[in-house]
């Protein structure tokens, strides 16, 4: 690999003495890293179950080295949604922001979704997260993480910082920042990301980690934690704006950073965090964590909402595949989608959407989804119900129809009315666990048949499988995969087709 010679004169100045074990580091091969999801499975079980050898990762509790040559996506166990395949550094920013169940959590710039599914997870089902991306197709990609992990108390949006601030006002606890940045840091890993240095520096970066970065402190709650990361060394990206936005809002602080075997401080002497591959085994990542003084607080409550009582709920497709992000916040070129009113409620008017007691009515009137929901050990919670154009969702706790946002998903998406029939979501079928269904099917890994249901194809019951007629929950040992319908002596596959084993 060549290295742009404007930026390896940079790097001897900040580096002194260590700027030689740095550079030879770019002649090893990059870590692999496998990140568990703890919604599914604890430590333990993983290490027992687990088809390679892998080595914890120290900075954060669910991460693990995985085995050279290994092809984690590859495994049925990916498709379960048990880890997410992630480089071993980038784990570091949400390990580091702590999210804790029933907290209101923002990941600002979140695609392609592996900061948000560790989230998202560490919610255990409890609070909100919103996980945000300017762009709608990298936000599919983000949607399709969070399907795949079983996160369904998100709130999935395609946004500018600044229109989130107009309506978010001091109301989160927890904020992540990932910021697009120059990624000199990932230059090992990614060689083409070195054509566009050349092209675009850490200059062209600064002013806009500095706009979503003001734009994130309007959003923090008095008391409320944000973390600032980056996957580039530039003092500009890292340290400068960290300090930038220290003089610019006197009521945040910056709180220190545990320091990990390996790990570095800040340049200035800063309590933040840097990694270096040459001294972790990782990619370069930076991190600093902010807290807003709780005597700091300038307005309570909400900024913005609509005057008329309702918000723009968008009806998304399920998720698909997608890139990473590394580079510039895109400005969107496409606009959002009018909803029309449709359905009835009881009192015969016409909407937009239905919920709670409204959307219970209309689907028992409408359809076979309280047969279906029978089936569940746990009904699903009727308060937070809404059905739009045919599909039902069940809505974050916290959710509020005021919220004038382009979305993606609002809470769990658990499927859709299709002529007078209920049809359960991917998204749902992920959300489940073993037993929470009546009728499942459970395969070992080694089964030829997981990844022929994977790829979309029929299966055959084996002897002792025979289930009733109705919607099965197909699952590799314990974990879900998604659905089928028993036919009698077999299986016809309900597997969501953008999902597919390629």
């Given amino acids: 690999m060549r290295l742009p010679e404007d930026f390896l004169q940079r790097m001897r100045g900040l580096l002194g003495e260590e700027y030689d074990p740095w550079l030879e580091s770019y002649g090893q091969a990059p870590a692999t890293g496998i990140r568990i999801n703890p919604a599914k499975l604890d430590r333990e079980e993983w290490e027992r179950i687990c ?59 979140a695609a392609p979704g592996g900061k948000s599914t560790e989230l998202g997870a560490r919610l255990s089902g409890k609070g909100l997260l919103v996980a945000n991306d300017i762009s709608a197709s990298r936000a599919k990609a983000l949607l399709k993480n969070l399907e795949m992990a079983g996160i369904g108390n998100v709130c999935v949006t395609a ?61 923090l709650k008095p008391g409320g934690e944000l973390v600032y990361s980056t996957c580039t060394f530039s003092v500009e990206e890292n340290e400068g704006t960290v300090d930038w936005i220290l003089e610019q809002e006197p009521k945040l602080e910056l709180v220190p950073v545990q320091l990990w075997n390996g790990a570095s401080g800040g340049t200035d002497g800063k309590p933040v965090i840097r990694l270096f591959p040459h001294k972790v085994w990782g990619e370069g990542h930076f991190a600093a964590l902010l807290r807003k003084r709780a005597d700091g607080r300038r307005k309570a ?23 990473g992000r590394i580079g510039a916040l895109e400005k969107r070129k496409d606009g959002g989608k009018k909803t029309r009113n449709w359905g009835e409620g009881p009192d015969g008017r016409k909407r937009q959407w239905l919920t709670g007691r409204e959307a219970v009515f209309w689907l028992e009137r409408e359809s076979d989804f309280s047969e279906w929901e029978k089936l569940l050990s746990e009904p699903l919670d009727r308060e937070r119900m809404m059905v739009q154009e045919g599909q039902v969702y069940v809505l974050p706790e916290v959710f509020d129809r005021n919220w004038h946002l382009r979305f993606l998903r609002t809470g769990l998406f658990v499927g859709s009315i299709k002529r007078g029939r209920f049809e359960p979501s ?50 590799v040992d314990r974990f879900p995969l998604g659905w089928a319908k028993s036919g009698g002596n077999g299986l016809k596959n309900k597997y969501y087709p953008g999902w597919r084993w390629q």
């Fill in 51 to 109: 088809p390679w050898k892998v080595k914890r990762v120290p900075w954060n509790e669910n991460g693990y080295y995985g085995e050279q040559g290994s092809r984690p996506a590859k495994d049925v166990y990916y498709y379960g949604g048990l880890y997410y395949v992630q480089e071993p550094s980038a784990m570091a920013p949400a390990a580091i922001l702590k999210a804790e169940p029933g907290q209101r959590v923002l990941d600002l710039c």
């Fill in 426 to 475: 991917q998204a749902m079928a992920m959300t489940l666990h073993e037993g929470a269904f009546a009728r499942t099917l459970s395969m070992k890994r080694e089964d030829d048949r997981v990844i022929r249901y994977l790829k979309g194809e029929s299966l055959v019951f084996k002897e002792h499988e025979q289930l009733p007629k109705g919607w099965v929950l197909v699952c």
């Fill in 159 to 219: 946004e500018e910082p600044e229109t989130l601030a107009k309506v978010f006002g001091e109301y989160f606890d927890k904020i992540l920042v990932d910021a697009p940045c120059s990624g000199e840091g990932m230059f090992r890993k990614e060689p083409e990301l070195v054509k566009s240095w050349t092209e675009r520096g850490p200059e062209c970066y600064v002013p806009l980690q500095r706009e979503i970065l003001r734009q994130a402190v309007r959003m």
């Fill in 301 to 323: 409550g909400m900024e913005g909402g609509g005057e008329d009582g309702t918000g723009r709920i968008g009806v998304p497709q399920e998720g698909e595949t997608g890139a």
